[in-house]
């Protein structure tokens, strides 16, 4: 049993032409007709409705018994029992980390990446390693409806040669750390060289756009953040980094101890956010990656600056790192988005799985049944990614004009019975405030993931 | 693609019989040669070896190599690239209320049973509702791997139809609630009587043991859960209750707040896992069901106690009822098993993605992530659950004289890459300390569930 289809980017990528007219009816490359289309630019739900695309694009979207007046498909895809959603936005993960899948599980952080991680990247991580990892991540990320993913790593060059190769929409990171990297650079100027020729050499792929990506305030200096600073705004793309993951790296900070490895590289005795903020990086273009520990008025701060959180749960909680504030967070209007992070903290690269447990651990945090509601997390889990990437006027959601980056969900299956198709059990007659099945909970807290 | 081949209960039921012998050699049933055997009555993985069947039961666990030399397999069944594992246990569900999935979604826990669940209840549900919901529920469970559940639910005369139709094994509980329910009875006296008509009409059928199954301290009153010890002791059966699931629960029942639809039906001011106590039903045969809120003194009742816990991650955190203490209960010597809930507060009955998230939440929670490695997540999902349901005797791991309840775990696919059959990664010359993939960690963290 399939349940996903991948229609996205994949194969309807390319730049528009204009359509043909022929006599009041214009030819277009696809209808496609699901019993479903979920835009999640508004919390509609469209039944027995048409996505029009042509040329890569959606220009259409139209009740289904309508499209013959005004269109003519060369193809038609019909889709019934399936829900039409954009595809899934990985908004942080670190694709070649794959190769390290599992190799080691159950120890703490710090731990994690002295002992294990950091030694296996230093003397295995070479252009192949990248080209091979990021593809097979790709093939995963593509079993589970992730048309668009935000990456950081090195080799950026490596990683785009597997995006062009599979058709994927990604934003590569132009990388940064404050120490030499095995068999990649030297430091954060070699760093910079690279990725900006990396960039360059890439620039006209239209799948593929760019961040400047820092490791994290304790692997980088306040120089190399003002730096980072620079190049984002030279180049118009975002920041990416890791922030407050731990609640070490928050406390020690503050406290100005920089003998502990948590603590940022700054003279300043404040938190890695209140940092960020002195050096004019939290701004709309900052990606802030888990903000696990966060203040009423670090939230405050990053809702003003429109900055956009990537909140990774599978991550968080494996590694032990607590639990972001999420509600508060979307409560003040900050942009959340969702990652899977790296394989070798999750371990899959699986959105839909993120997905659910970002609704459902939103909850519990927040002492709340009622917040992260399922059409809100499907939200996150798209149009939030592409919004923190920059790039939500041609991606994450089912809007005229965007690129036809859509995925369908079959909504069949013993797991998903009783199907929305069905008529309500929960008849009119019934005293009941919520009536029915809802194709978004099918989704959200329901539907398998990666097959 | 498909995951996960059931090789359990429901291929190999029935009750043994002795072995033919001939010249030396013993012929059995069955051969089963998997890459890997994880039994989980130890922490041991096997590589190359076999389990012998017969008749329904392991015979022998052995390596492959000696197999020809002792017996001869009627069939032989090779699993490579796949590991042999227990069936999950399910050690919490209302398996008809698949029937009500997604019917309602991110509300309250009181008002989603007092608006929505309780009044759809007792309307609709009937001996058709439960048969055909647990013949639904069983599927999706059988598919994703499940072998043994612990249900409470109304008409279990029906789900026991259900039950031997399919082969899979379950406890079923003679269920009580001090209220009458719809078209089912008038309350405790009644739902006695047909509960224990049920039991002895399926007393004979060997996958079916029972409970007595009554619903929460806040629904039962201290005369009914008398009754219910009674009961208990006489069939000697295990005790399944819903307790302590939110904080009002033990909050009022602690200072006799009456007036709340959450604080226990008894006059004592003390917790109603203390009531439990007092009422001397907190026992080695009680199975409690969520214990979300807990001091440390009531966790070492239940420690000394021998109680079970069964943990119920994704329905605790969906109704923003807490994180239960995994960890600590476990250090203190509690049994804790995984239930997935019933499928309107889950809102799947996929045990592995419930391992899974008891595995990493309870790091976060614990705030260790060296806690509920991999292989104790595994045991929780089958071993811990046949514990609690007083039958590991019979099933929850691969161990010689047990039913062959088994499932083998495909390990290839793009998620599970690199695969445990590939050599170390990290090769023995990484001054690593944990070196090398492990099918354990593959199955918790990365396997796909249901398909």
């Known amino acids: 049993m399939s349940c996903i289809s991948l229609l996205g980017s994949v194969v309807w990528g390319g730049t528009g032409s204009v359509p043909e007219v022929k006599e009041g009816i214009t030819e277009v490359d696809e209808v496609v007709l699901p019993s479903w289309v979920i835009p999640v630019d508004t919390d509609k739900v469209l039944s027995d409705h048409a996505v029009i695309v042509d040329a890569g694009r959606i220009v259409d979207v139209m009740p289904a018994d309508k499209v013959a007046t005004q269109y003519s498909g060369r193809k038609t895809t019909s889709l019934p029992g399936k829900a039409l959603i954009p595809g899934f ?68 060059e490596s990683l785009c040669e597997a995006i062009v190769k599979s058709g994927i929409r990604a934003a590569v990171g132009i990388i940064t750390i404050d120490f030499p990297f095995g068999k990649y650079g030297t430091g954060p100027d070699d760093y910079f060289s690279k990725g900006k020729a990396a960039r360059e050499k890439f620039l006209n792929e239209p799948n593929i756009s760019w961040t400047v990506s820092a490791h994290a305030p304790f692997t980088c200096s306040d120089a190399s953040l003002e730096k980072v600073r620079d190049l984002s705004n030279e180049l118009n793309c ?79 909680l494996k590694l032990a790192s607590g639990f972001c504030r999420v509600s508060d967070l979307m409560k003040a209007g900050v942009n959340v988005a969702l990652g899977t992070d790296g394989a070798s903290s999750n371990n899959t690269l699986d959105l839909m799985a993120e997905m659910k447990l970002a609704a459902i651990l939103a909850k519990a945090v927040g002492k709340d049944a009622e917040v992260v509601p399922a059409i809100t997390a499907l939200r996150m889990a798209t149009l939030n990614g592409a919004k923190a990437l920059g790039i939500s006027k041609v991606t994450g959601s089912i809007t005229v004009g965007k690129d036809a980056d859509m995925i369908a969900i079959d909504l069949s299956g013993p797991s998903l019975w009783p199907s929305p198709t069905l008529p309500n059990a929960a008849s009119p007659s019934m005293s009941c405030p919520i009536a029915g099945f809802d194709p978004v909970s099918h989704i959200v807290y329901a539907a398998p993931g990666i097959k």
Chains 1, 2 share one sequence.
């Open 89 to 156: 936005v990985n908004a942080h993960t670190h694709t070649p980390m794959v190769l390290l899948r599992g190799v080691s599980d159950d120890i703490r952080l710090r731990q994690w990446l002295e002992t294990v991680i950091w030694p296996l990247e230093h003397n295995f991580v070479d252009e192949e390693f990248v080209r091979e990892g990021a593809e097979l991540a790709i093939l995963e990320m593509i079993l589970g409806g992730v048309t668009t993913f935000n990456d950081m790593y090195w080799f950026p």
């Open 238 to 316: 975002p920041v990416h980094i890791h922030v407050h993951e731990t609640e070490e790296e928050r406390v020690d900070s503050i406290a100005g101890n920089r003998s502990s490895m948590s603590c940022h590289q700054s003279d300043e005795k404040c938190s890695p956010v209140a940092n960020l903020r002195r050096l004019k990086l939290l701004n709309e273009r900052l990606i802030a990656v888990h903000m696990v520990w966060l203040s009423d008025e670090e939230i405050s701060w990053c809702a003003e600056a429109k900055a956009s959180v990537v909140h990774c749960p599978t991550s968080n």
